[in-house]
């Protein structure tokens, strides 16, 4: 059964009320939603912008694992992503980038964000981050974005409220949760790569600290991207901004 869904009007960022939570000794399951957030953050501390009517939520969830394998849930959380966003425009136009950024025509339309705390030897808390444009597309980001209300299908008269894709959030996040619970990791990754073009050809890797170009390899069992560097070195890229289609 779905996560339950606490929906707030305002808060500063969701994932920050998941730590507070889970450092005060809630550890969920459960599914927090804010319509507006003041102080909003993505992937590698960018902003992230919340427009009214879009989708805003964090997974507080407790694991018993390790740092390194609650990070699968960054697949889980895109194929989550992924199923939402195939409800309410044609499929075909849906894909995934490596790792977690899921595309709709070829624009971003999501971001994830995962952070964790320990709980005790071998258990965490985790919050899932999940952002979607369901209405408005934010202006002025690094990447072309665009929102589901500009691609409806042909039977889709509006966008989901952000009550409806809230719960229907929950409800595919919770499919992907229980696959990969039941099956493993490798079940995820093979229905992941299944959605995700561009694992191989040229590519550039944005790194921390280097920027780095070279042909994309696939994946490793892991969810690392193999990269093959002019020279014919192999890299392993685990974390990091990477562009498909360019240099090589």
Known sequence: MAAPVLILQEIDSTNAEARRRAEAGEFGP??????????????????????TGNLAQTLLITLD???????????????????LVARY???SLVTIKW?????????????????????????????????????VAPQGTE????????????ERLAPPSFEEGAQALAETFDHWLDVWNAQGFDAVRQ?????????????????????????????????????????GTMRLISAGDVFFGVGG
Request: proline share 7%; aromatic share 6%; glycine share 12%.
């Open 191 to 231: 229905a992941w790569v299944d959605r995700t073009p561009g694992l191989f050809g040229p590519c550039v890797a944005r790194l921390t600290h280097e920027t780095i170009e070279g042909t994309a390899d696939g994946v490793e069992a892991d969810g690392s991207l193999r990269m093959r560097l002019a020279d």
């Open 30 to 51: 459960l599914w927090i939603g804010a319509k507006r957030q003041t102080a909003g953050r993505g992937r590698r501390g960018r902003a992230w912008e919340t427009d």
């Open 143 to 154: 990447r072309p974005a665009t929102a589901i209300a500009d691609h409806l299908s042909a």
């Open 89 to 91: 425009v044609p499929p």
């Open 99 to 135: 790792p977690n950024d899921v595309l709709l025509d070829g624009r971003k339309v999501s971001g994830i964000l995962l952070e964790s705390g320990p709980l005790g030897p071998g258990k965490l808390w985790l919050a899932v981050g999940i952002g979607v444009n369901l209405k």
């Open 65 to 83: 694992t390790s740092p390194l394998e609650a990070s699968q849930l960054t697949f889980v959380s895109a194929l989550a992503v992924y199923d």
